[in-house]
């Protein structure tokens, strides 16, 4: 198992940065740059026009690498419960379709909104849709949820799947606006992605390993260009790849409530949006925080971009460590 999360962590590390490090120029050529809105930092006017959609370079190298170790994992007769792990990708992939489409909108458009919400989550819920019954067909997937720490399991029956498309569009929006500045995205993913391989070793579960390796992987090659400051973004294509790839780490352990504890970072961001559009309409004007998503809210209060980061990495670290005593 850890020649096999080696393998993929390695490869697709070296993929994601040799793609990246091709793919930014073209890029540029092709003013695929990012648009800032006025209502943002004004210091993040500077970023204007750093190449976006950076995405697609581990998206690409994930594909490459998980469809090499299928092979030799099938070849080797070490292929029980990789259905589960093709399925993850093919919802991740599909989420980082929707998120091309959401960014090529943006440009052709020429503003920084793509896809309405309503045009973008009913896709995301389509997907979702179609991840659960995957697994259910394949037998993968009960309606019975795990409460970490309780011990227990709760039947919920036609709930379990309200629930479940509430979960899993949640947490990849929720990653989506955590890529609010350069590298945080990427290195609290990774942060999350570490905890998994942790899961998948104590849980004996190969697939699992190679997905949290590849997605380690894909998180560590981007930062070569993502960390601050950042020569490229990875648009709504990366993050709701990441997104997909996140939760589904968590339904691949068939635990997926735990996704909630060990990416309480996406989950403050998401949050954070939520009660500051409320409270907003409620008071008629007032906000709770200085800006929303919680990120810009710090860089208000004088965090430097550097510390945010390691800060809800260090937050997001720790989160893992108490999920796994749910585990």
């Known amino acids: 198992m850890i020649i096999y999360f080696i393998a993929a962590l390695v490869?697709?590390?070296?993929?994601?940065a040799s793609i990246a490090r091709v793919l930014i120029p073209k890029l540029k050529s092709m003013k695929l740059g990012q648009q800032i809105l006025d209502i943002g930092p004004r210091w993040h006017k500077s970023k204007e026009?750093?190449?976006?959609m950076g995405g697609i370079s581990f998206i690409i190298a994930s594909l490459i690498v998980f469809a090499l170790l299928a092979v030799v994992m099938a070849v080797r007769s070490e292929s029980?419960?990789?259905?589960?792990?093709?399925?993850?990708?093919?919802?991740?992939?599909?989420?980082?379709?929707?998120?091309?489409?959401?960014?090529?909108?943006k440009f052709k458009n020429h503003r920084n909104e793509g896809l309405t919400a309503s045009q973008k989550y009913l896709l995301q819920l389509i997907a979702a849709g179609l991840f659960l019954a995957a697994m259910k067909l394949t037998g993968n997937l009960t309606t019975a949820v795990v409460i970490p720490f309780a011990g227990i399991e709760l039947e919920l029956g036609i709930f379990y799947y309200v629930l479940s498309l509430l979960l899993i569009t949640g947490i990849i929006n929720a990653v989506n606006l955590t890529d609010g500045i350069d590298g945080l995205a990427s290195t609290v993913t990774l942060a999350v992605s570490a905890f998994f391989a942790v899961a998948a070793f104590y849980l004996g579960l190969l697939p699992e390993a190679v997905v949290s390796g590849i997605t380690a992987g894909a998180c560590l090659g981007f930062l070569?260009?993502?960390?601050?400051?950042?020569r490229v973004f990875m648009g709504d294509t990366g993050s709701l790849f990441l997104g997909g790839m996140?939760?589904?780490?968590?339904?691949?352990i068939s635990n997926p409530l735990l996704v909630v504890i060990v990416g309480i970072?996406?989950?403050?961001?998401?949050?954070?949006?939520?009660?500051?559009?409320?409270y907003f309409k409620l008071t008629h004007g007032k906000r709770l925080f200085k800006m929303a998503p919680i990120h810009h809210h710090f860089e208000k209060c004088g965090w430097s971009e550097l510390?945010?980061?390691?800060?809800?990495?260090?937050?997001t670290v720790l989160a893992g460590a108490?999920?796994?005593l749910g585990l």
Do not use: H, R, W
Request: proline share 3%; glycine share 10%; hydrophobic share 60%.
């Open 265 to 278: 970072i996406y989950i403050c961001e998401a949050a954070s949006v939520v009660l500051q559009v409320g």
């Open 246 to 252: 996140v939760v589904g780490m968590a339904y691949m």
């Open 307 to 315: 510390k945010i980061v390691g800060v809800f990495a260090l937050v």
């Open 11 to 16: 490869l697709t590390f070296i993929l994601t």
């Open 80 to 105: 029980a419960g990789l259905e589960k792990a093709v399925i993850l990708i093919i919802m991740a992939a599909v989420n980082g379709a929707i998120g091309v489409v959401d960014d090529l909108t």
């Open 224 to 230: 070569v260009y993502n960390f601050y400051p950042a």
């Open 49 to 52: 026009g750093t190449p976006t």
């Open 322 to 324: 108490l999920a796994f």
